[in-house]
């Protein structure tokens, strides 16, 4: 299924390359110039974060003084903890697992549910909901923030968790993943199910989405990693701070610079890592899943 | 009774419940869809003809919020930096993505490694990315001014000086997606036949050489992608830069989405132009993207 992940044989014949063989297989100066690019990249790509985590360790003192020092003194978790009881860190942090944990399962729900109907049925105004559907990838939050607003206050939704996780659950990519795996799932085996007697909805969750797993693994992986960082939406409908989110709390707390420095970098280091961690342990999945559909 | 007619009897018999089958497993994502998108896709343009300085009670405006901000010329100042940073978005997008994915895909030991550092900063909420930039180009006591320093160049007013900002912007915003991109144009890398680079060498043609006249073009469609989801990425930056500079110095890095949130929710709030502005972003987005794949398949049919 991968093609990412399937590692190029050496494109040429003859033994493999070692620092001593000679001839064509030796290491030229373009290869040692591709790794010194390479090397130099990833440290651009990472210097940030390790900057970010080792200060999340640092004293006030530490982290005002001149020149900046690289390690910190102690490895304290003191910021840790002191973000801990200082603000309602626990709060932020329990609404940001309980809307991505929520929105993700609600996509999941309903985007699997379109993508069957999409994939597995013949009805009319099917090709017309599904080229609706993808159009609306042109139409970023962003652009109808306003009148998204405006229908989530009618609704009474604002400053309510409900607000933050269901105007955007019905992600078209998702319903475009889902669906495309599902086309490659026979009919056979749903008509099997139906001469054994079973309900269309029990086929869907009996039959069809147990097989769907890779695809709702990608889906989900996706979804968790959009909630988590998500910042513009949350923003505007998390206006009191009961239902801040981690990034919302962390922007507002440092627009305010009410809140010390050593705190915001701690809560930051909190706010990366759970999707890091996530990414790494699910790289594949994520890596392919990208690559086959090229959309967030 | 032929065997036929009965097939076509049961055929219009049974879907009578079968038929509603599939629009009950569409109606939840469509109803969802339609009040949270679609509707309010359509909404907006009503909008952006009233006026309202608290979002509750409205005035009827007609196109007095258009011929209101096309005469500002904040923001015309605001449109200018948008274009110049989505514009150079895409293009360092474009260029670094297919350089790191490149390399990259030449490199075969520590391959997976590199691939999954440089889509790490992907990962990271953008309003840390933008707090940490923030912190390291510090003028006076950050990371970054301090290694320039210990080099023997100067302070530089990385955050001040109203260009440096929008320079450092273009940066970090690139910091944060191009790793994204680059594993779009990895995987367009890894489709194409190896055996093609197998006639070229034999040709004697250089690296060089093959870049240009075999990866570059059979990279194309990729790179049409890239295009079009960063030119999207592009228009809508404002995470970042919310924590990063403000939209400042002056708002020298203020774009249009974070215009488009402080008329609308930060007073003094003037809803009708942020609505007439988002109109405008919609139509520059949904423009590009028309002409963007317009390009694509023409160069495709050439």
Known sequence: MSRTTVTKSP???????????????????????????????????????????????????????????????????????????????????????????????????INSMAAYALAKYNFRGKNGLFLLTLATIMIPLQVILLPVYQVVASLGMVNTLWGLIIPAAATPTGVFILRQYMLSIPDELIEAARVDGAGEFRIFVRVVLPMCRPALAVVAILS????????????????????????????????????PFNLIIAMSVVTVLPVIILFLFFQRQIVTGIANTGIK | MTAQTATRLRQRKAPLKMRLVPYLFLLPNMAIFGVFTVWPAINGF??????????????????????????????????????????????????????????????????????????????????????????????????????????????????????????????????????????????????????????????????????ISLTFPLLQPSILVVVVLATIHGFQAF?????????????????????????????????????????????????????NWMIGRKREAA
């Open chain 1, 11 to 109: 494109p040429k014949m003859g033994p493999a390359k070692t620092w001593t063989s000679t001839g064509r297989s030796k290491i030229t100066s373009t290869d040692a110039l591709r790794v010194v690019i390479l090397v130099t990249s990833a440290l651009l790509a990472l210097i940030p974060i390790v900057w970010l985590v080792l200060g999340s360790f640092k004293t006030p003192a530490e982290l005002s003084e001149r020149p900046p020092t690289l390690l910190p003194e102690t490895w304290g978790l003191s910021n840790y903890t002191e973000a801990m009881t200082r603000f309602n860190f626990v709060s932020y942090l329990t609404n940001s697992v309980i809307v991505t944990l929520a929105a993700t399962l609600l996509t999941l729900a």
């Open chain 1, 224 to 259: 968790i990693m959009w909630r988590w960082n998500d910042f513009l939406w949350p923003l505007v409908v998390a206006q009191s701070e009961s239902v801040y989110t981690l990034p919302v709390a962390l922007a507002r707390f440092t627009a305010e610079e009410t809140v």
């Open chain 2, 46 to 211: 009503n909008i952006s003809m009233y006026s309202s300085s608290n979002g509750r009670t409205f005035r009827w405006e007609g196109a007095g919020n258009y011929q209101r901000i096309l005469t500002d010329e904040d923001f015309w100042g605001i449109v200018r930096n948008t274009v110049v940073y989505a514009l150079s978005f895409v293009l360092l997008s474009v260029v670094v993505g297919v350089m790191l994915a490149v390399l990259v895909d030449q490199q075969r030991r520590g391959r997976t490694f590199f691939r999954s550092v440089f889509f790490i900063p992907v990962l990271i909420s953008p309003v840390v990315a933008g707090l940490v930039w923030n912190w390291m180009l510090e003028r006076q006591n950050g990371l970054i001014n301090t290694f320039l320093g210990s080099l023997g160049i100067p302070e530089i007013p990385w955050l001040v000086d109203n260009n440096l900002a929008m320079v450092v912007v273009i940066g970090v915003g690139t910091w944060m997606q191009v790793g994204f991109y680059m594993l779009i144009l990895l995987a367009g890398l890894q489709s194409i036949d190896p055996s093609v680079y197998e006639a070229a060498r034999i040709d004697g043609a250089s690296r060089w050489r093959q870049f």
């Open chain 2, 239 to 291: 995470d970042f830069i919310y924590t990063l500079t403000g939209g400042g110095p002056v708002g020298a890095t203020t774009l249009i989405v974070q215009f488009i949130y402080e008329n609308g929710f930060v007073s003094p709030i003037r809803y009708g132009v942020a609505s007439a502005g988002s109109v405008l972003l919609f139509c520059a987005i949904f423009g590009l993207t028309i002409v």
